[in-house]
């Protein structure tokens, strides 16, 4: 039945929405199959609740248009990618629910990717070195497969490793998409030197992407203080009365009069205390006829 309501271009479109960036944190956790904080709130299977977003927000959505490789990256295939459509208008004919698209994940896409990198991992010797030649190792009727691998490379093969699937370890071949990486022969990918080396480098930006985010936290914390400093303050102000207000322009008089105090004070900081206090006062009086003046209409 669910076969039967499958259009050609549904894996397409699920897998490519899948390695959309707003989706991959959550991919990741799934083949992880671990259970994140913020999926700690959620009732059920939190993995079906991720297909009912997907299939609510992107995949019957469609204004929505999920990742595509860029069209030089296809090689040598020929027209027949023109059919692999992602937005294929019969996409929309019918209706879906997120168990249908959870199983189209899991018992076609998944299945028969896995299978095809499996086939890669054992029948390749390299090829031509090019990503696009996967073509060659998927089944007839899942060659648009190739597709979803393309955009895989650029995702640093996040379905790759979620399907369970493994890359030939000794194929060389530089993927030439921009952030994404490459392969290297046999002796560098086994080499143990090598894998502790990037692995402490992972370690090490890992730590100071930690510490960015503290200073950014600190940085938020502080300017939280000053805006709730800055409120209270503001707050007290408007519950003065005018005679608190006389009291405090009285103190700053006296302050302003205290010539013994003014005399210890070198002439450049006398400048600037008179100043700020002169200032002070004013606002203060400011304040004080303004209170005066409610007061009054209030009374």
Same mark, same amino acid.
Not at 141 to 150: I, T
């Given at each position: 039945?669910?076969?039967?309501?499958?259009? =050609?271009?549904?894996?397409?479109?699920?897998?490519?929405?899948?390695?959309?960036?707003?989706? /991959?944190?959550?991919?990741?956790?799934?083949?992880?199959? /671990?259970?994140? /904080?913020?999926?700690?709130?959620?009732?059920?299977?939190?993995?079906?609740?991720?297909?009912?977003?997907?299939?609510?927000?992107?995949?019957?959505?469609?204004?929505?248009?999920?990742?595509?490789?860029?069209? @030089?990256?296809?090689?040598?295939?020929?027209?027949?990618?023109? @059919?692999?459509?992602?937005?294929?208008? #019969?996409?929309?004919?019918?209706?879906?629910?997120?168990?249908?698209?959870?199983?189209?994940?899991?018992? !076609?896409?998944? /299945? &028969?990717?896995?299978?095809?990198?499996?086939?890669?991992?054992?029948?390749?010797?390299?090829?031509?070195?090019?990503?696009? %030649?996967?073509?060659?190792? =998927?089944?007839?009727?899942?060659?648009?497969? *190739?597709? *979803?691998?393309?955009?895989?490379?650029?995702?640093? !093969?996040?379905?790759?490793?979620? +399907?369970?699937?493994?890359?030939?370890?000794?194929?060389?071949?530089? =993927?030439?998409?921009?952030?994404?990486?490459?392969?290297?022969?046999?002796?560098?990918? %086994?080499?143990?030197?090598?894998?502790?080396?990037? #692995?402490?480098?992972?370690?090490?930006?890992?730590?100071?992407?930690?510490?960015?985010?503290? +200073?950014?936290?600190?940085?938020?914390? +502080?300017?939280?203080?000053?805006?709730?400093?800055?409120?209270?303050?503001?707050?007290?102000?408007?519950?003065?009365?005018?005679?608190?207000?006389?009291?405090?322009?009285? #103190?700053?008089?006296?302050?302003?009069?205290? #010539?013994?105090?003014? @005399?210890?004070? %070198?002439?450049?900081?006398?400048?600037?205390?008179?100043? %700020?206090?002169?200032?002070?006062? &004013?606002? !203060?009086?400011?304040?004080?006829?303004?209170?005066?003046?409610?007061?009054?209409?209030?009374?």
């Amino acid at each position: 039945r669910s076969r039967a309501s499958r259009t =050609c271009n549904d894996g397409l479109r699920l897998a490519l929405t899948l390695l959309d960036p707003k989706y /991959r944190e959550s991919v990741a956790i799934i083949r992880s199959n /671990r259970k994140e /904080r913020v999926h700690s709130d959620i009732s059920g299977d939190y993995v079906l609740h991720l297909f009912e977003e997907i299939l609510v927000q992107s995949f019957k959505n469609q204004g929505y248009r999920p990742p595509e490789p860029q069209s @030089q990256h296809f090689g040598d295939i020929d027209e027949e990618g023109a @059919q692999w459509n992602p937005n294929d208008p #019969k996409i929309f004919e019918i209706d879906r629910n997120a168990v249908w698209l959870l199983e189209t994940w899991k018992v !076609y896409v998944k /299945r &028969k990717y896995k299978s095809a990198l499996d086939r890669w991992n054992k029948e390749t010797g390299g090829g031509n070195g090019q990503p696009w %030649s996967f073509v060659n190792y =998927c089944d007839k009727d899942a060659r648009w497969l *190739v597709v *979803v691998f393309l955009a895989d490379v650029e995702s640093n !093969y996040l379905l790759a490793a979620n +399907a369970g699937g493994r890359m030939p370890g000794h194929l060389q071949m530089e =993927c030439g998409f921009e952030g994404s990486p490459s392969f290297s022969s046999l002796e560098n990918d %086994s080499d143990p030197q090598s894998r502790v080396t990037a #692995k402490k480098k992972a370690i090490l930006e890992a730590q100071e992407e930690t510490k960015e985010l503290k +200073a950014d936290i600190r940085t938020v914390v +502080a300017k939280l203080d000053h805006c709730l400093e800055a409120q209270q303050q503001a707050q007290q102000q408007a519950n003065r009365t005018s005679d608190q207000v006389f009291d405090e322009v009285t #103190k700053m008089n006296r302050a302003l009069n205290d #010539k013994e105090s003014l @005399q210890s004070m %070198s002439p450049n900081t006398r400048e600037k205390y008179t100043t %700020s206090l002169q200032a002070k006062r &004013k606002r !203060y009086i400011d304040d004080m006829f303004e209170m005066e003046e409610k007061e009054k209409r209030s009374g």
